[in-house]
């Protein structure tokens, strides 16, 4: 039972363009969701996060929304350079303690110049 | 300053030998994670310290994982009579907070374990 769902393996985005990348979950005790990318033969980079008291959150280019009761966040990076190339990961943690975290798939986002 | 380390990067094993894998999380971090990530997936949770103590273990796929923190800091998983499904990226996390404060975890580059 995938709790964290990516439902796009990739995506291909132009240098400069917005990239969005979703996510849906399953478990409505989730109340704190994140971004992580991956480089490969690298552990996941912590990128942002938000509560589920927040709808948005923002840092530099990098924008996380959550809409709770379609229970489904995204990431807007914009604008999207070469650099952010990488695998990207959303993961959640529920209320009862201890914060581990449920991954998604990954999304493997590749900015063209 | 220093983030989390392990050691070592990449390990090759024969079936049946056990294996032991090292995390040094960030200094001063409370709670520190063990995650699996098989190819082509998202890292799984193995295992969850708070300072030594082992507070979930719910994800530990058999008896043959056994994670210990005995200092609550450096922490070590080790892998008794290795199998080939064991083969998978183990992933070290830590995060300043505990309990049900909810704070980023930061991650280690992880062990890439091979069972031949």
């Known amino acids: 039972d995938q709790q964290v769902k990516q439902n796009s393996p990739s995506l291909s985005v132009q240098e400069g363009r917005i990239s969005i990348l979703n996510c849906d979950y399953t478990?409505?005790?989730?109340?704190?969701f994140l971004w992580y990318k991956k480089y490969p033969a690298e552990g996941p980079t912590f990128l942002i996060s938000?509560?589920?008291?927040?709808d948005k959150n923002e840092d530099g280019r990098f924008t996380v929304f959550l809409n709770k009761s379609a229970k489904h966040l995204s990431l807007h990076i914009v604008p999207s350079q070469p650099g952010d190339s990488a695998v990207y990961f959303c993961?959640?943690?529920?209320?009862?303690?201890?914060?581990?975290?449920?991954f998604g798939q990954g999304t493997r986002l590749t900015i063209n110049p | 300053g220093a983030g989390v380390s392990q050691s070592p990067r990449y390990k090759v094993a024969k079936r049946g030998q056990d294996v032991a894998l090292r995390c040094d999380p960030i200094?001063?971090?409370?709670?520190l994670f063990w995650y699996q990530q098989a190819l082509g997936q998202g890292p799984e949770f193995l295992t969850y310290?708070?300072?030594?103590?082992?507070?979930?273990k719910s994800g530990l796929p058999s008896d043959r994982f056994f994670a210990e923190r005995p200092e609550g800091s450096v922490s070590t998983l080790k892998i008794q009579r290795t199998q080939q499904e064991d083969s998978a990226v183990y992933l070290c996390?830590?995060?300043?907070?505990?309990?049900?404060?909810?704070?980023?975890?930061?991650f280690g580059p992880g062990t890439r374990l091979l069972v031949l």
């Open positions: 996390a830590s995060s300043s907070q505990a309990g049900a404060l909810a704070s980023a975890q930061y």
């Open positions: 478990n409505s005790m989730f109340d704190y």
């Open positions: 938000i509560s589920s008291i927040k």
């Open positions: 993961a959640a943690s529920d209320d009862r303690g201890a914060q581990k975290l449920v």
């Open positions: 200094s001063g971090h409370v709670s």
């Open positions: 310290f708070q300072n030594e103590a082992q507070l979930d």
